[in-house]
């Protein structure tokens, strides 16, 4: 069974620049997951969908980050434009469903942007 | 914020049972515990969940105590390769109720000693 894909693996760009991730969750998965992993922390969840629809977006930055999942399969992380503190692994990860058995969620190998 | 407490380290050596403990006093009756590892560049990894059964599959074991309130993962033969941050996640309910969210914590780096 195919992973979570995520592309690219890894991002440099200048403040105020924009950059996109894009996610390929393992098929079937009808959660998605956006997660942000800054060094020496744990992820933290920015976004959460279900199919195509957002269920928890409560800590997205929304200011200058944005998600979409067209047609409830893959998904693409914008931010614009890009802070110093931006600077994080971006992690996606699917689930199979929200509730009951299959809930856990599987992990992409990441993105990392480094905004200079 | 996440629900758990763990050692920021632990020591274990190759061929050894590694222990990791993980306090959640505040767990509530529905809610699941979750582990998950992450090896280093890499995306986390599940490892194992319960709710109050002690769970085993062929990674790991999950104790759970009966009030709830902590549990332990057992690593029962810990290789070099076990090396990793531990994370153990009480899931929860996000806020419109519909759906769960997994909450990480800073977790354990448990070193693998030859």
């Known amino acids: 069974e195919a992973g979570v894909a995520q592309s690219p693996r890894y991002k440099i760009i200048e403040k105020r620049q924009s950059v996109a991730f894009w996610c390929n969750p393992i098929s079937g998965h009808a959660t998605l997951y956006w997660y942000q992993q800054i060094l020496g922390q744990g992820p933290k969840l920015l976004i959460q969908f279900q199919n195509n629809g957002v269920v928890d977006d409560s800590q997205l930055p929304k200011d200058r980050f944005s998600a979409e999942r067209l047609k409830g399969v893959d998904s693409t992380l914008k931010i614009q434009p890009a802070k110093l503190e931006d600077s994080a692994v971006y992690l996606c990860?699917?689930?199979?469903?929200?509730?009951?058995?299959?809930?856990?969620?599987?992990f992409g190998q990441g993105t990392r942007l480094t905004v200079v | 914020d996440a629900k758990t407490t763990q050692p920021t380290s632990m020591d274990c050596a190759e061929g050894r049972a590694a222990n990791l403990p993980c306090n959640h006093s505040t767990i509530s009756g529905n809610e699941y515990v979750y582990w998950y590892r992450q090896i280093h560049s890499q995306g986390p990894q599940y490892i194992i969940h319960?709710?109050?059964n002690n769970e085993t599959n062929e990674m790991a074991s999950l104790i759970i105590t009966e009030d709830r309130k902590s549990s332990t993962l057992i690593l029962p033969h810990a290789t070099l390769r076990d090396t990793a941050v531990y994370y153990c996640i009480v899931r929860e309910t996000n806020s419109g109720g519909s759906n769960y969210k997994l909450t990480f914590g800073k977790g354990t780096l448990l070193t693998v000693n030859p």
């Open positions: 319960g709710l109050k």
């Open positions: 990860a699917s689930s199979l469903r929200p509730r009951g058995s299959g809930t856990e969620a599987f």
